[in-house]
């Protein structure tokens, strides 16, 4: 705690981060206070931690992370840990800004789904999910079948087999496997039909 108040921004960045991971929710207050730090990387470690403690306080701090390509993926992370709608709403703008890495917007578009699947983000986010099966890069298709895995529907099995038969699913395979059998068991067998 002691640390908070240190003149080298990384040492604040570094003690905040570590009080969000001890998960004492006796650091919320101090934590608040430093959202107003005048380094944005440490404001964003702040609200990451904020956020680990269930607080919403630096929502604006993980929205502005969206945009950079080294915390993109802490923010969409952060936004899904708190989980209400309007970390669904913040991911929303996510899958459209073009300065969200294509890693962190298909992440988001997964917590979109888990958070709100009836949000009006509902569609973007399935067009997202599926639209990175056909990426070229490999690890940007692997999460795409990891979250369509954890919240995929009917409307992802067509998808996940084409990708499973294509070239491009060779070395996903058993991820494909685990994800279609996964739903499968979700949906149950009237929900396929």
Do not use: C, N
Request: hydrophobic residues 50%; glycine residues 10%.
């Amino acid at each position: 705690m002691a640390a908070l108040d240190d003149a080298d921004p990384q040492v604040v960045a570094a003690a905040a981060l570590s009080l969000g991971a001890i998960g004492d929710a006796r650091a919320i207050a101090p934590l608040a206070g430093r959202l107003e730090h005048r380094e944005a990387p440490t404001r964003f470690d702040v609200a990451y931690a904020l956020a680990e403690l269930g607080d919403p306080t630096g929502r604006d701090a993980l929205a502005a992370g969206l945009g950079d390509a080294e915390r993109a993926w802490d923010a969409v992370t952060a936004l899904a840990r708190l989980g209400t709608a309007d970390d669904a709403e913040v991911l929303g703008r996510a899958l459209l800004s073009k300065h969200t890495p294509p890693e962190a917007t298909v992440l988001a578009a997964g917590a979109i789904l888990k958070i709100a699947p009836a949000s009006a983000h509902r569609d973007a986010a399935r067009r997202v999910l599926l639209a990175a099966l056909a990426a070229r890069k490999i690890h940007v298709r692997g999460i795409a079948v990891e979250q369509l895995g954890e919240i995929g529907g009917a409307w992802a099995i067509a998808p996940l087999e084409k990708l499973g038969r294509s070239g491009k699913g060779a070395e996903l395979a058993e991820s494909i496997v685990a994800a279609l059998r996964t739903i499968a068991e979700r949906i149950g067998p009237e929900g396929r039909a």
